[in-house]
């Protein structure tokens, strides 16, 4: 079995905001194609173009359906992935020590050499978020893009996640949620970010923040308040040009 670090130098990881994600599966397909080109092993796919395909993703979104308890129901987009907890079941569980969490940065991680794909992980994972890679026979999970993170060779602002670098609604935030100074921590702060089911104890690093309640408009019409005339009288240009027009032969008047 691993044994899981009393404690990590940071605690790098994602907050997602539940509010501006539209759902647009950005995050899932450039997380595969990332993977898929330079993971160590890419991410298979199984009859991808036949009946019952089956593929390995790291990154998945799903799409509910929500009453709040104010308000009119609403769709959440529900991003999930790894959240690279502190207290991970699924790196205690494994029998060969293949899953294992960095002091350095706190990023759950597998070592697919020493994995024998027994599942141990996947069962322990309260979140579903392990993979079996069917075609390799070990386990898959995000690795927080590592390979992107500590590469010199790119450009700053591609030293992140490729899900991050991708989202087009700005949903996705990476950072050390360990320093209460870094932005993603602020951010936590601010808009009241919380853990995925904490009732399991796990301590996940990655955050969500909870979507805001919509508007309710009472079968009004988005653009009533806009079509409200602002003046009783025109003014300025436009009453001249009233008065104008009213001296032309066969005007308004």
Not at 18 to 34: E, F, N, P, Q
Not at 58 to 70: D, F
Request: hydrophobic residues 30%; contains cysteine.
């Amino acid at each position: 079995m691993t044994t899981l670090p009393t404690s990590t130098d940071r605690k790098l990881g994602l907050v997602i905001d539940l509010d501006t994600c539209v759902g647009c599966h950005a995050c899932v397909i450039s997380c595969k194609g990332w993977n898929t080109e330079n993971y160590g092993a890419p991410l298979s796919d199984q009859r991808p173009y036949g009946t019952e395909p089956m593929g390995t993703f790291l990154n998945r979104v799903h799409s509910y359906e929500v009453q709040p308890e104010a308000g009119p129901a609403q769709t959440v987009h529900f991003p999930k992935s790894c959240l690279h907890c502190e207290d991970a079941p699924c790196v205690t569980v494994c029998p060969t020590g293949a899953s294992y969490k960095r002091v350095e940065d706190g990023i759950v991680l597998v070592n697919e050499d020493s994995c024998i794909g027994c599942g141990l992980c996947a069962w322990a994972c309260p979140y579903g978020a392990r993979e079996l890679d069917q075609a390799e026979g070990v386990m898959k999970k995000c690795t927080l893009c590592v390979d992107r993170i500590y590469n010199e060779n790119l450009p700053e602002e591609d030293q992140i996640p490729s899900c991050v670098r991708t989202c087009p609604a700005g949903a996705r935030h990476f950072g050390d949620l360990g320093d209460p100074n870094s932005d993603v921590s602020q951010l936590v702060d601010s808009r009241g970010g919380f853990d995925l089911m904490p009732e399991m104890g796990t301590k996940p690093v990655n955050k969500y923040l909870p979507p805001r309640l919509k508007d309710s408009w009472d079968d009004q019409s988005l653009l009533a308040p806009l079509l409200e005339p602002v003046a009783e009288e025109p003014k300025g240009f436009l009453s001249w040009l009233d008065k104008t027009l009213d001296k032309i032969p066969g005007g308004a008047s």
